[in-house]
Every structure is written in C-alpha cells, then in structure tokens.
C-alpha cells in the first residue's frame, strides 16, 4: 500500500497536474509542517489510514461517529506526530485502541451528533511540540477557520501522503440557505453543526478570507474526523470535526459537529482535559528544608 501511495505521488509530479491538485490537499491548501499541527491525529484501519482526530487528552481520541461505528477497536491504531504517512517522522508513536465510544444520540441515517471517543490502550507522550493535546471551544465567527487532514487531494483520489490544510469560509446556513446540498434539518442541523465552503456563491458568517492565513482549501475523501480550528488569543482551538462533504472541489461544502455542544459528553466519558504545564521556571519554595517536600 505505501509503495503504491508514493508511486502516485511521484507519478503526479512528473505530469503536472495543475496548480490545484500541485500544491495540496485537502483540495487545494498547503502542506503542514511537524510542529504545526500536533494534536491532529491519523486514525488506521489494518495499518491504513481512512480517518483523522485530534488529541483530547493522554488516552483519549476525538474523531467522528460515521469514522468508527461498526468498526472494530483491536483493527484500528492511531498514529500521533506524524506528517508524512510513508517517511517515519522522528515524534510519531502509533497506539492500540481500547474502545470505541460514539455519543449515543448519534444518527446515522443524516449524521446528526457525529462524535465518537477512541480510548487508547496506552498513554500519548507529550512532548507539546510535535505532539499535544489541543483545547476546544464554541466557533468564532470573524476568525479565520483552517481544516487539516491526510484526506484525498482530487475527487476519487487516494489518502495523502502528507498532511494538508487549508483555510475555509465559514457559511450562514438559514432555513432559506442551506449548507450547500445540505438541506436544513433533514442533513444540517443548525444547532449542532458547522458549514463551510469557499463556494462564492454561498452565503457567509463573516467576509470571507482575504489576507489569508493559509492557502484555501476544502477537505475531501478520508479528511472526516479531522479538526476544523480557529486561533483564539494565540491558542490553537479546535471548533468542529469534519462529518461529511460534498465533493473535493474549491466550491465543496464541509459539514462540522459543532464539538462545544458536547462539552457534557466529553467531560463525563474522558474527564477533564489535561492542563498545560507551566512554561516558568519553578520557584524554590523557601520554607522547603533539604531532603524533604
Ligand atoms: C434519524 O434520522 C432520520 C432521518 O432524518 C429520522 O427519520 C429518524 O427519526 C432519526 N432517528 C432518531 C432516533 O432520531
């Protein structure tokens, strides 16, 4: 499978594609670099990859229901630092996973509440660097939104070799405006999920990205369960999980769990998520006699 993965991407450099299909996936977008995205997460199945997730705490994984329902926990691994799926990146580790936690007003037939929790045999080590845990909060409509993931890079296309990301547009879904096919309240629901495309057609939350952080892009086959996230106050946050898309073109919509809405969930099932430690130097307690805390 992995010699088949680079003759592809060799055999696609050589011809040319055009820009689009050239510089990345996701559709469109960039290629991610170790330390720029550590908390996001390749999800295998018999050592391929099919799904992304990102890092909730040491022993738990956040992905969606549609990636892991059905599956069965002993066949999946999730890699962490990892950028290249064919090279050994120097931080990767790849875990067992224990169970398969899928919140249970999951819907399978439209999607709604797609979220699951990977518990993992064994502890991630954090090295906060290349590998972190990454915090999550409710959507911020005015700031700029990127989706990361080892998703196919064309339509019909393979999983990437290398993570991608790209930025998208965050889009007004109304009764009257849906997320693109995504018809409101039989495939979208409004309170629980997220629609984004960088279709200029569709309606927008905010203006649409101008002086862009990343390269635009939209996610495609294999992206599902990856992060979608926003910079709040300098820290990375994650704020929907891909669920579905359209398509892997420029106009394609991406539907996101809303990942705030199940604050509750997460708590209950995988606890509190860790916290940072201190980046300070400690300070010497001065009571503290030799030899003793
Ligand atoms: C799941 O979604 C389908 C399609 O919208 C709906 O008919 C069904 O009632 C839903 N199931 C539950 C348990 O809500």
Redesign the pocket.
């Given at each position: 499978m992995k010699s088949v993965l680079l003759l592809v991407a060799v055999v696609c450099s050589v011809t040319g594609l055009p820009a689009l299909y050239d510089n990345g996936r996701i559709f469109g977008g960039g290629t991610a670099e170790s330390e720029q995205f550590p908390y996001v997460v390749s999800i295998t199945e018999n050592d391929r990859h099919f799904c992304g997730g990102f890092i909730y705490s040491t022993r738990w994984i956040v992905t969606t229901a549609s990636c892991v329902v059905g599956k069965t926990a002993s066949k999946l691994k999730v890699v962490v630092g990892q950028v290249s799926a064919i090279n050994a990146d120097p931080n990767e580790q790849t875990l067992a996973v224990y169970t398969i936690t899928p919140v249970p007003q999951y819907?399978?037939?439209?999607q709604?509440n797609d979220i699951a929790l990977l518990k993992l045999t064994a502890d991630i080590d954090f090295d906060y660097v290349n590998v972190d845990f990454v915090a999550y909060n409710e959507l911020d409509n005015n700031l700029p939104t990127v989706v990361m993931g080892w998703g196919a890079t064309f339509q019909g296309g393979l999983e990437s070799v290398n993570l991608h990301y790209g930025e998208v547009t965050l889009n007004l879904v109304t009764a009257t405006s849906p997320c693109g096919p995504y018809a409101v309240n039989?495939?979208f629901n409004l309170a629980t999920m997220i629609c984004a495309s960088n279709d200029p057609a569709a309606s927008t939350l905010a203006p649409p990205p101008t002086a862009t952080l990343s390269p635009l892009g939209s996610p495609c086959s294999y992206d599902e369960g990856s992060p979608l996230v926003q910079v709040m106050g300098d820290v990375p946050t994650v704020v929907g999980i891909l669920s579905k898309t359209d398509g892997c073109s420029e106009n394609s919509y991406g539907v996101y769990t809303r990942v705030s809405i199940f604050y509750s969930w997460l708590l209950n099932t995988a606890g509190p998520q860790p916290i940072r430690p201190t980046t300070e130097a400690p300070t010497t307690p001065t009571t503290a006699l030799p030899g003793r805390k």
């Open positions: 819907n399978s037939t439209n709604f039989e495939e």
